[in-house]
């Protein structure tokens, strides 16, 4: 997949020009929107998700999402429809299985999606919500001038993305790149996916807020005990705080550089909720990289903040269909 561009035609209105419809969907949160073909996010709604309900009650959702975008006067200029989602996801057959959606498991997303009558027409593209926030990372935010970059997604667990090459590299089923689930300490904990000593179950905005407890961290007044809460606390200069998110950061460091020595990276770029902590989590990252990123080839990796927050799901899956609409050209 690559990002060449689409070019817009000289003289058109901003109303005559190609929008991209986009749907972000998660666990707590159906969004929708449309974009132009040079990122402008034109129109965003979201929905609640009824995580709890059944396959029907989920599509519904996802229908009243569509209905609303269909009513926009922008629709009618809508060239293609991308999906970032939850996963697992299964991007050659189709489907979704996200963990935090019981409803859908295997369901097939992008057929259900293209039975709407509004998106019957157009070229239907699915990714991962991890790789949807490469996309739009490497499109319009921290990633852009890079040519080989990672991008994290670090929050309730850890997803990521590549871009090698100048171009989004999901692979076969969507899922190159999924750090979360890399061994980081082979005499790990269990990790739900199987295997045990993974990234996520040390990295991860849960991973943080239980080692500040096993550390022996108490809460404030309000009782927080979220990597939110301990966030605040290390900005405040709590020891056991900071070593809460020094614990996280060494995982991250490490499974950045092993991604680095194997596909030679020029960046990583960390978004989602725990890169909100800033320095607290950044500067040790930084110090850690450096004694793990140590040969000659993976010593000039830059570290970077995402840039487009909580834009990025929608932008994302706005690049995935681009992908789509350049590829019919």
Known sequence: MSYQGIPVVDGRSAAERPVLAALDIGGTKIAGGLVGTDGTLHHQLQVPTPADGDRHELMTAVDHVLDDLARHPRWQQVRALGIGSAGPV???RGTVSPVNIPGWREFPLRDETGRHPAAAHLPITLGGDAVAMTAAEHWQGAARPYRNALCLVVSTGVG??????????????GNAGH???ITVDYNGRPCPCGSRGCLEGLASGTAIARTAAELGWTPGPDGDTT???VARAAHDGDPLALAAFD??????????????????????????????????????LARHLADYATLSFTRHLTLHPAHLGTDAGLIGAAALAREALSGQR
């Open 90 to 92: 299964d991007t050659a």
């Open 247 to 284: 614990h996280a950061a060494r995982a991250l460091a490490a499974g950045i550089a092993a991604t680095a020595t194997l596909v030679e990276l020029d960046a990583a770029v960390i978004g989602g909720g725990v890169a909100k902590a800033g320095r607290v989590l950044f500067e040790p």
């Open 179 to 181: 750090l979360g689930h």
């Open 160 to 173: 990521a993305g590549l871009v090698l090459d100048g171009a989004l590299h999901p692979g076969t089923t």
């Open 227 to 229: 990597a939110g809460a």
